[in-house]
């Protein structure tokens, strides 16, 4: 569910679902408006969560940000490189997951306009959700129907939503060819 709280991100996302194939679906409102099982967190490489949707995050979910420095700091040495992405308990039971997949390496870092850290982000999410597995084991397909993404890198990044929107349909369309896609 590709969520956008602003009309030019909604219309951006829209053209996502035009273009792939698969069960990608807009929502215009926030994120934790969706009834998901997991929330993609755009964040930082070092899993601060201060600003943009992050700090709604982590108001709506108090445990969070700590469980996501921890795995940083656990499984990737306290920087969780930009393309990669990890899953956490909100500590909420919905949604139960949150996915973070960095979309700068430094809190507030703004983004060239030439950047594919979108296309990185995304691409690591969906490769998280076809392929991995919770800590506790099981799939994470299993047990994540639902993921709501936000824009990745629109807003304290300063991305364009049409920039954002081309590089989340490249990734998806990567991660899910034509055949596969939604399985």
Do not use: K
């Amino acid at each position: 569910m590709l969520c956008a709280v602003d009309e030019p991100l909604a219309r951006a996302w829209r053209h996502v679902v035009d273009t792939v194939d698969g069960p990608v679906r807009v929502h215009r409102g926030s994120v934790l408006d969706v009834p998901a099982q997991a929330v993609v967190s755009p964040a930082n490489s070092h899993g601060w969560m201060r600003g943009g949707v992050d700090a709604v995050y982590s108001q709506a979910f108090p445990e969070v940000e700590q469980n996501v420095r921890s795995a940083v700091l656990a499984y990737h040495g306290g920087e969780l490189p930009i393309g990669e992405a990890l899953v956490v308990p909100t500590g909420e039971p919905s949604p139960a997951w949150l996915i973070s997949a960095p979309t700068m390496r430094e809190p507030g870092e703004p983004l060239p306009p030439d950047t594919v850290h979108p296309f990185l982000a995304a691409r690591a999410v969906f490769r998280l959700w076809r392929d991995g597995q919770f800590e506790h084991g099981g799939e994470i397909r299993d047990g994540v129907e639902t993921i709501a993404m936000p824009g990745l890198g629109t807003g304290v990044g300063g991305v364009a939503p049409d920039t954002c929107a081309r590089q989340v349909a490249a990734a998806w369309s990567e991660v899910f060819p034509s055949s596969d896609a939604g399985s």
